[in-house]
C-alpha cells in the first residue's frame, strides 16, 4: 500500500472517530458599554463548526493557577479535526482562540469551552490536532 492509500486510510477512520460537534472562534476582547455600565462580551470570528474528537490527555494530572480570587485548575485537551479543514484566508489559529464543545455522545462534554495553546501541523497526520485546556 502507498503512503498516499494509507494516509487517506489513516484519515478516513480518524474522522469516523470524530463524534463530537465543535466551533472553534475567536473572541474579541470584552466591550464597556457607558450607557448602561455593563461589561459585554466582544464578537466572536467563528472559523470551524463541525465534527471534532475531543479527548482528555491522558498525563495530564491538571494544574492549579490562581485566576483572580478563585483557583482554577487547567485540564489538557487535544481536538482532532478532520486533516483537510482549512481556516479562512489569512488566519491562523492562536492561543487563547476558543473550542466550544456544541455536542458530545457524553454530555458532561457538552458546554464546555476549551482555550487553544497550540496546534500541530504536518503533511502526514491523520488529523489536525489542536492542544487546549480547560480554564474552569
Given at each position: ?5 494509507t494516509?487517506?486510510?489513516g484519515?478516513?477512520?480518524?474522522e ?7 466551533r472553534l472562534y475567536r473572541q474579541a476582547p470584552?466591550?464597556?458599554?457607558r450607557d448602561t455600565?455593563n ?15 475531543v479527548?482528555?490527555?491522558?498525563a495530564?494530572?491538571g494544574?492549579d493557577k ?6 482554577v ?5 487535544e ?6 479543514t482549512?481556516?479562512p484566508?489569512?488566519v491562523r ?5 476558543r ?5 458530545s ?8 469551552i476549551l482555550?487553544v495553546?497550540g496546534?500541530?501541523?504536518s503533511e ?9 485546556e480547560?480554564?474552569s
Amino acid at each position: 500500500m502507498s503512503l498516499d492509500a494509507t494516509l487517506a486510510a489513516g484519515r478516513a477512520e480518524a474522522e469516523a472517530r470524530m463524534r463530537e460537534q465543535v466551533r472553534l472562534y475567536r473572541q474579541a476582547p470584552d466591550v464597556f458599554d457607558r450607557d448602561t455600565g455593563n461589561t459585554l462580551p466582544g464578537p466572536r470570528t467563528v472559523f470551524y463548526t463541525g465534527k471534532a474528537r475531543v479527548k482528555g490527555v491522558a498525563a495530564s494530572t491538571g494544574e492549579d493557577k490562581e485566576a483572580g480570587e478563585r483557583e482554577v485548575v487547567l485540564r489538557e485537551y487535544e481536538v482532532g479535526i478532520p486533516w483537510a479543514t482549512a481556516l479562512p484566508p489569512g488566519v491562523r489559529l492562536l492561543a487563547g482562540d476558543r473550542v466550544e464543545v456544541v455536542t458530545s455522545g457524553d454530555p458532561r462534554m457538552a458546554g464546555l469551552i476549551l482555550w487553544v495553546t497550540g496546534a500541530l501541523f504536518s503533511e502526514q497526520s491523520t488529523a489536525w490536532r489542536i492542544r487546549a485546556e480547560d480554564r474552569s
